[in-house]
């Protein structure tokens, strides 16, 4: 059975969660209808489809999603979670590990495979209802890893940003400057963001469609480009990679910058 009607039926039989107000399905709900004005909820579907048609098919075979494609009808037939937050926004629900061994320059120098070097670290508060205000701790997080990293947003080359739906995915275009505020979803539906786009974003999947290990799909797979074993996922320059992690309310966020070079 393909995994989308299993993801499907498992996801009916749990309960309705619309009316339970902390739910992170309702939170992200409501955050995606406070941007359906300014397009948003509009391309949610074209950024879903692009991710699960594009980004996978001959891509990155570990993922959950791979070589099944979503059409637009198949995601507007599927369920809604929390409207206008269909199931197929939603990430997956995974089984697995990720270990990530963190050791000097110096020592990594000697190891078999190449290192990814973390140059710039940084973790970001926004204060306040960030439903209502869609204000995120991005541009705090932002400031201290670039900073930290000695780099512009112009020198990152690949960005695997944390989506645990889809609205996340746009507002974190709009937070780390790719696009203003409110363009999220037109920038999604016309710039090429798969791993050979002008922005590769997500390049193994994400978490929407490869796997869901918190935190760590971001990092794993940012570790992953930045030594260059992505195989047909693999972005062409990988320098400079970026990876962030967000809370389900958007206040707290955090980035890491990785390198090929310390």
Excluded at 67 to 80: F, G
Excluded at 116 to 134: E, F, K, R, S
């Amino acid at each position: 059975m393909p995994l989308r009607y299993r993801m499907r039926r498992a996801h009916t039989e749990r309960r309705d969660v619309r009316w339970e107000k902390w739910a992170p399905g309702n939170l992200s709900g409501n955050i995606m209808s406070a941007n359906v004005t300014g397009g948003v909820g509009l391309h949610a579907a074209d950024l879903l489809t692009t991710l699960k048609t594009g980004w996978l098919l001959g891509g990155n075979p570990r993922a959950q999603f791979y070589n099944e494609p979503l059409t637009l009808e198949d995601y507007h037939n599927s369920r809604w979670v929390a409207e206008p937050l269909h199931l197929f926004d939603c990430c997956l629900v995974s089984n697995g590990g990720v270990c990530v061994i963190v050791t000097s320059a110096e020592r990594a120098r000697d190891l078999k495979k190449p290192p990814a070097y973390i140059l710039g670290v940084g973790q970001g508060h926004a204060p306040g209802p960030t439903v209502d205000t869609l204000d995120t701790g991005i541009p705090i997080a932002k400031e201290t890893a670039f900073k930290m990293a000695g780099v512009e947003l112009k020198d990152i080359q690949v960005a695997e940003l944390y989506d645990c739906y889809t609205i996340t995915v746009l507002l974190s275009l709009e937070g780390y400057g790719f696009c203003a505020k409110g363009e999220g979803g037109p920038f999604a539906a016309q710039t090429r963001l798969g791993h050979a786009g002008s922005i590769p974003v997500n390049t193994g999947g994400g978490e929407l469609s490869s796997y869901y290990m918190w935190g760590m799909t971001p990092v794993s797979e940012a570790i992953i480009q930045a030594r260059g074993e992505g195989g047909e996922h693999q972005a062409p320059r990988h320098d400079i990679v970026l990876a962030s992690c967000q809370t389900r309310n958007l206040s707290t966020h955090s980035a890491v910058v990785f390198g090929t070079s310390p």
